[in-house]
């Protein structure tokens, strides 16, 4: 089965940091772009980053400085790095599989809580 | 990249009735292969979003047929012949043409 598991998500003050990862399974992890996408409480989806297999690595604007994004092939896991933490940053946190120009796999998601 | 925007953004229907939900680029989702990367998610209460429709019209395995997807360039459809009670959820166009932005969704009740 093909699926993608979140981990990583909690509660941190502004200001702070926090890891995610996102193991694959079912798949050639390699041989895909993945990204991370994120869900504000009650909001749209928006795309924080992505990691070709080319290695070619991108940001939006609004989290560009702040967060990493990095994989290992090798272990089949996806990470993202989120430094200088807001409150807008608060959100559930999407792996998605990028299937050329579309996101084919969702992972069930992780939830990041910023709040003093 | 390409601002999306849906309608309605909030779609009353009635078991058994069709629906239709509009999404418009601010610019065209022609890409410079020739394919149109505008897909349709649909994330039920409680749950991950899914891929429904990827590439205008080609719906995921699984996917009812009354689901179907349409439309070119700016402006794209997606239409349900026969709403189900399954069918409640929030609908997001996205694009992969530009990058990758999504609708505001459109929230289906019944």
């Known amino acids: 089965e093909v699926q993608l598991v979140e981990s990583g998500g909690g509660l941190v003050q502004p200001g702070g940091s926090l890891r995610l990862s996102c193991v694959a399974s079912g798949f050639t992890f390699s041989s895909y772009d993945m990204h991370w996408v994120r869900q504000a409480t009650g909001k749209g989806l928006e795309w924080v980053s992505a990691f070709q297999t080319s290695g070619n690595i991108y940001y939006p604007d609004s989290v560009k400085g702040r967060f990493t994004i990095s994989r290992e092939n090798d272990k089949n896991s996806l990470y993202l790095q989120m430094n200088s933490l807001r409150a807008g940053d608060t959100g559930i946190y999407y792996c998605?599989?990028?299937?050329?120009?579309?996101?084919?796999?969702w992972g069930q998601g992780t939830m990041v809580t910023v709040s003093s | 990249d390409a601002v999306m925007s849906q309608s309605p953004l909030s779609l009353p229907v009635t078991l058994g009735q069709p629906a239709s939900i509009s999404c418009r680029s601010s610019?065209?989702?022609?890409?410079?292969?020739?394919?149109?990367?505008l897909n349709w998610y649909q994330q039920r209460p409680g749950q991950s979003p899914r891929r429904l429709i990827y590439?205008?019209?080609n719906r995921d395995s699984g996917v009812p047929d009354r689901f179907s997807g349409s439309g070119s360039g700016t402006d794209f459809t997606l239409k349900i012949s026969r709403v189900e009670a399954e069918d409640v959820g929030v609908y997001y166009c996205?694009?992969?043409?530009?990058?990758?932005?999504f609708g505001q969704g459109t929230k289906l009740e019944i």
């Open positions: 996205g694009q992969g043409s530009h990058w990758r932005t």
């Open positions: 590439q205008v019209s």
């Open positions: 998605v599989r990028d299937g050329v120009g579309h996101y084919d796999i």
């Open positions: 610019q065209s989702l022609v890409y410079r292969d020739g394919n149109t990367y």
